[in-house]
T-cell receptor, first 114, second 117 residues
Framework: SQELEQSPQSLIVQEGKNLTINCTSS?????LYWYKQKYGEGLIFLMM?????EEKSHEKITAKLDEKKQQSSLHITASQPSHAGIYLC??????????????FGSGTQLTVLP | GAVVSQHPSRVICKSGTSVKIECRSL??????MFWYRQFPKQSLMLMAT?????????EQGVEKDKFLINHASLTLSTLTVTSAHPEDSSFYIC?????????????FGSGTRLTVV
């Protein structure tokens, strides 16, 4: 989606390294969701951020939403092979019909080398 | 709570036939459901928004006559791929907006992998 830019598209890191994935919206978000997926499988919900400046952590994953609610980052500390997969950010935005909908970024394919 | 059940998980059909995918909200009422498509190595693309009791809203470039959406009840939305062709082979996944729970958000079905041969 052009409304939501996610970077990088692909990331290969050595096990134990830290990494960051970014998501930038051209519009103010009602909320920002982070998911993990393997292609052809369902989405695993990671975190949802709604308030400007909000930060949430779960195990080794931390997500932040900036004060303007247009940028979010997902940070993984001391990456492990189990972190490998596709990471998707989803922006809760107003759609063309003024109804809220979830629009996804292009995704980040993460590979963690043992 | 807030579970969406999607069936089938996988389907193989012959070119020219139609395939129906169902999404049911099990423990809540979903007035709106969203249908996404995902091609290999790509992200989820919103195809359409289905609204209970009214016509679905389709995203630009999605053929209404090919992807028929029905949302006849508050717990069931269906996507029918009509006259399927190999290029329709993809991963289809539905989602519903969940209101009023401890963590308002979107809940997803487990997806359907469609292969058209």
């Amino acid at each position: 989606s052009q409304e939501l830019e996610q970077s990088p598209q692909s990331l290969i890191v050595q096990e134990g390294k830290n990494l960051t994935i970014n998501c930038t919206s051209s519009k103010t978000l009602y909320g920002l969701y982070w998911y993990k997926q393997k292609y052809g499988e369902g989405l695993i919900f990671l975190m949802m951020l709604q308030k400007g400046g909000e930060e949430k952590s779960h195990e080794k994953i931390t997500a932040k939403l900036d004060e303007k609610k247009q940028q979010s980052s997902l940070h993984i500390t001391a990456s492990q092979p189990s972190h490998a997969g596709i990471y998707l950010c989803g922006a809760d935005l107003l759609g063309p019909g003024s109804a809220r909908q979830l629009t996804f970024g292009s995704g980040t394919q993460l590979t963690v080398l043992p | 709570g807030a579970v969406v059940s999607q069936h089938p998980s996988r389907v193989i059909c012959k070119s020219g036939t139609s395939v129906k995918i169902e999404c049911r909200s099990l423990d809540f009422q979903a007035t709106t459901m969203f249908w996404y498509r995902q091609f290999p190595k790509q992200s989820l693309m919103l195809m359409a928004t289905s609204n209970e009791g009214s016509k679905a809203t389709y995203e630009q470039g999605v053929e209404k006559d090919k992807f028929l959406i029905n949302h006849a009840s508050l717990t069931l939305s269906t996507l029918t791929v009509t006259s399927a062709h190999p290029e329709d082979s993809s991963f289809y996944i539905c989602s519903a907006r969940v209101w009023g729970r401890a963590n308002d958000g979107y809940t997803f079905g487990s997806g359907t992998r469609l292969t058209v041969v």
